[in-house]
T-cell receptor, first 115, second 112 residues
Framework: GENVEQHPSTLSVQEGDSAVIKCTYS??????FPWYKQELGKGPQLIID?????GEKKDQRIAVTLNKTAKHFSLHITETQPEDSAVYFCAASTTGSSNTGKLIFGQGTTLQVKP | IAGITQAPTSQILAAGRRMTLRCTQDMRHNAMYWYRQDLGLGLRLIHY???????GKGEVPDGYSVSRANTDDFPLTLASAVPSQTSVYFC???????????FGEGSRLTVL
């Protein structure tokens, strides 16, 4: 089955700097790659996603890149702010198979943005 | 807007007891999921259901069972709780195979 590895486990940056979180996946059939943000005491919430037919997607200060050949994808946050501090999860899933719809998550990255 | 409601929010349970975590969604989503979250391990899929009447096993299904009698409810049962099932459990749902996954607020379970 699918396996998703996420690095780093913790990341500390100064306010205004950029943050990059990287994930690799094992199943070449995976075609959907979302990123979730989890604030303390809350459930995760979707912040951005990318599908296998594109290599990059941007939404204001966040962007995601996908390299299907290497089977890795990354989250980029620019101009970080203290409210970006949270746990971030990457995930991968496939469609059209017995594994349809199963979203497998990485281990999570705790991002701390220092004022 | 309720979204996904989980109950209880927190529970302490003696080992060997039976426990059911409840999950209800009001978005009429077809697919529902149960994850457990443990430090350093992220979110691991326990069981899922792509539509009412069907269920499937995730990454860590042992010791857990689910049912999907209707679209809205997806309870998770621990038949005989063990300390290794101490975790935060999240229920989630989405419209189709690759739509946005919506999470509940979680149920914190401690098994002593």
């Amino acid at each position: 089955g699918e396996n998703v590895e996420q690095h780093p486990s913790t990341l500390s940056v100064q306010e205004g700097d950029s943050a990059v979180i990287k994930c690799t996946y094992s199943d070449s059939a995976s075609n959907y790659f979302p990123w979730y943000k989890q604030e303390l005491g809350k459930g995760p919430q979707l912040i951005i996603d990318i599908r296998s037919n594109v290599g990059e997607k941007k939404d204001q200060r966040i962007a995601v890149t996908l390299n299907k050949t290497a089977k890795h994808f990354s989250l980029h946050i620019t101009e970080t702010q203290p409210e970006d501090s949270a746990v971030y999860f990457c995930a991968a899933s496939t469609t059209g198979s017995s594994n349809t719809g199963k979203l497998i998550f990485g281990q999570g990255t705790t991002l701390q943005v220092k004022p | 807007i309720a979204g996904i409601t989980q109950a209880p929010t927190s529970q302490i349970l003696a080992a060997g007891r039976r426990m059911t975590l409840r999950c209800t969604q009001d978005m009429r989503h077809n697919a529902m999921y149960w994850y457990r979250q443990d430090l350093g391990l992220g979110l691991r899929l326990i069981h899922y259901s792509n539509t009412a009447g069907t269920t499937g096993k995730g990454e860590v299904p042992d010791g857990y069972s689910v049912s999907r009698a209707n679209t809205d409810d997806f309870p998770l049962t621990l038949a005989s709780a063990v300390p290794s099932q101490t975790s935060v459990y999240f229920c989630a749902s989405r419209v189709g195979e690759n739509g946005e996954l919506f999470f509940g607020e979680g149920s914190r379970l401690t098994v002593l």
